[in-house]
């Protein structure tokens, strides 16, 4: 039974962990000077509980298909999910009006470049609103911040304290979204996932835990 590892991410940890993704992918994450042999021993020990969860992960993400920006058709915007509207004679490509996303026929064939547009656009905004808040709540502070095109990580902390975070976030509900701002902001103090961290984390957003379950189980959802 040979279970395929599709990501290995060493760092200071101290412990294995093993994650699959919302799209099934295994990560596997290892102290640095981790064997390769230890790393397959605890994979062929896991190997079940893997599987199990990957099976999980592919029935849940093979639901989830790929926009086509069509009238009618649904779009996450903050947690809320609203209609778009394809219109004739429309100046500007795309246009959002707190109920329905309206986009321009004539731009079709660029709907989805539209729409990221968009979504960088929101997302740097409203992040930037969000960092600042808890920034402030937690005496953390942070060098610059990015958008990102990420597709498998919903942010990060570089080590000169700068914060990145994928486009694709901003259709999460600002809870979530909070939840990763302060996760990030965190860890500009605490490079690890310690009992520490997660402390920390718990003093700025006591109910962490509902909204990181939340990404775990909707994550896959997040798409364009």
């Known amino acids: 039974m040979d279970i395929i590892i599709d990501e290995i991410i060493r760092s200071r940890r101290k412990t294995i962990a093993l994650q699959v993704s919302h799209d099934a992918r295994l990560i596997v994450r290892v102290p640095y000077n981790t064997s390769e042999k230890l790393i397959r021993k605890v994979i062929y020990e896991k190997r079940f509980w893997i599987l199990k969860k990957q099976e999980e992960a592919k029935g849940k993400y093979k639901k989830v298909y790929s926009k086509e920006f069509v009238n009618g058709e649904r779009f996450l915007f903050l947690g809320n999910s609203y209609e778009l509207y394809i219109v004739d004679d429309f100046e500007l490509s795309l246009i959002f009006n707190n109920e329905l996303f309206f986009l321009s026929k004539k ?3 660029k709907a989805k470049e ?5 979504y960088k656009e929101q997302a740097y905004k409203n992040f930037s609103e969000r960092v600042a808040i808890y920034s402030k709540i937690s005496g953390i502070t942070y060098n610059k911040l990015k958008i990102t095109n990420a597709r498998k ?8 304290g700068n914060l990145n975070f994928t486009w694709r976030l901003i259709m999460a509900p600002l809870q979530v979204i909070d939840y ?3 996760h990030e902001l965190v860890h500009i103090k605490e490079k690890n996932h310690s009992k520490n961290f997660w402390n920390n984390v718990r003093i700025i957003l006591p109910y962490y835990e509902t909204q990181k379950k939340w990404l775990k189980e909707n994550g896959h959802l997040l798409i364009l």
Do not use: E, T
């Open 180 to 182: 990763v701002i302060v």
């Open 107 to 109: 731009n079709l064939n």
């Open 114 to 118: 539209s729409f990221i547009k968009w």
């Open 153 to 160: 990580r919903w942010g990060s902390c570089s080590v000169k």
